[in-house]
């Protein structure tokens, strides 16, 4: 063989020896980078996954995020509020039964037709209250902002939700003064929540840093939410609906309801 050959063969294996130098170093940034890359996705996940978790964490204590139902609330799901005493205080019925006759109302702040049930009844409704012969159920909806736009429903609602959240006894004293102070239903004065706390003064003693950040917070909107969606899956189209015994008594021309006939109603309840 000559010596050009030899050198020619040694000069091929050469070539080939460094070919498979570089292709094995490039094999290795390739597996470097793969590792690389993979940790780095999981680092990136982990960041992610906190992001989302501290996202979360943050919605769940935004205002109104979280379903908080106010103090006393009964009922499936803690939808409604009490009012009145649990057992009657006066004479028992007949039939001798402790417990007193309950009056559901679905109602809503900015509804006319609601005022007029409460400017109509509201003495009737205290008295057998207060004499334990009646007890209340409010379910609060928010339809006239559905129907007309705005918030005013859903801001007085969980107004006096808060109201609840500090005594039932102030809930129903701010009850009332927020239907004795209903604005025409499309102002929508409600949708302030300094109105609510200014008309909340009127009430002594319920206006406290508490109150006050419960009502700006929006504290129990998604309670007042989920009970509107309640109601619109109830087979009630209005407000107010008000039931007695879970029989509708309010609302139909043909068989009117009066104070006097209300009375006459719960005390033939209570004999039943």
Same mark, same amino acid.
């Given at each position: 063989?000559?010596?050009?050959?030899?050198?020619?063969?040694?000069?091929?294996?050469?070539?080939?020896? =460094?070919?498979?130098?570089?292709?094995?170093?490039?094999?290795?940034?390739?597996?470097?980078?793969?590792v690389?890359?993979?940790?780095?996705?999981?680092?990136?996940?982990?960041?992610?996954?906190?992001?989302?978790?501290?996202?979360?964490?943050?919605?769940?204590?935004?205002?109104?995020?979280?379903?908080?139902?106010?103090?006393?609330?009964?009922g499936?799901?803690?939808?409604?509020?009490?009012?009145?005493?649990?057992?009657?205080?006066?004479? =028992?019925?007949?039939?001798?039964?402790a417990?007193?006759?309950?009056?559901?109302?679905?109602?809503?702040?900015?509804?006319?037709?609601?005022?007029?049930? =409460?400017?109509?009844?509201?003495?009737?409704?205290?008295?057998?209250?207060?004499?334990?012969?009646?007890?209340?159920?409010?379910?609060?909806?928010?339809?006239?902002?559905?129907?007309?736009?705005?918030?005013?429903?859903?801001?007085?609602?969980?107004?006096?939700?808060?109201?609840?959240?500090?005594?039932?006894?102030?809930?129903?004293?701010?009850?009332?003064?927020?239907?004795?102070?209903?604005?025409?239903?499309?102002?929508?004065?409600?949708?302030?929540?300094?109105?609510?706390?200014?008309?909340?003064?009127?009430?002594?003693?319920?206006?406290?840093?508490?109150?006050?950040?419960?009502?700006?917070?929006?504290?129990?909107?998604?309670?007042?939410?989920?009970?509107?969606?309640?109601?619109?899956?109830?087979?009630?189209?209005?407000?107010?609906?008000?039931?007695l015994?879970?029989?509708?008594?309010?609302?139909?021309?043909?068989?009117?309801?009066?104070p006097?006939?209300?009375?006459?109603?719960?005390?033939?309840?209570?004999?039943?």
């Amino acid at each position: 063989m000559s010596q050009r050959n030899r050198e020619g063969k040694r000069g091929a294996r050469e070539r080939l020896r =460094e070919q498979r130098e570089r292709d094995r170093a490039r094999a290795k940034r390739k597996r470097t980078l793969g590792v690389l890359g993979a940790v780095v996705a999981v680092l990136g996940a982990a960041v992610g996954v906190g992001m989302i978790a501290s996202r979360t964490d943050d919605d769940s204590g935004k205002s109104g995020s979280a379903l908080v139902p106010p103090r006393g609330a009964v009922g499936k799901g803690r939808l409604v509020i009490p009012s009145g005493k649990s057992e009657k205080s006066g004479q =028992e019925g007949k039939a001798g039964k402790a417990g007193p006759v309950t009056l559901t109302v679905y109602e809503d702040f900015r509804c006319p037709g609601c005022k007029q049930f =409460e400017d109509v009844f509201r003495k009737t409704v205290h008295e057998l209250q207060d004499t334990g012969r009646m007890r209340v159920e409010y379910h609060l909806v928010t339809i006239i902002d559905r129907n007309l736009g705005g918030t005013g429903s859903l801001r007085a609602a969980n107004a006096a939700a808060c109201a609840q959240d500090k005594d039932p006894a102030k809930f129903r004293a701010y009850h009332d003064v927020l239907y004795r102070h209903q604005s025409q239903e499309t102002r929508d004065t409600y949708a302030d929540n300094g109105r609510l706390i200014k008309l909340a003064d009127q009430v002594p003693g319920l206006v406290t840093p508490a109150f006050r950040r419960c009502v700006e917070d929006g504290r129990h909107d998604a309670w007042v939410r989920k009970s509107n969606d309640v109601f619109a899956h109830s087979g009630y189209a209005s407000t107010p609906t008000v039931l007695l015994g879970g029989k509708s008594i309010y609302g139909d021309p043909k068989k009117p309801l009066s104070p006097n006939k209300l009375k006459r109603m719960v005390l033939a309840a209570a004999r039943d």
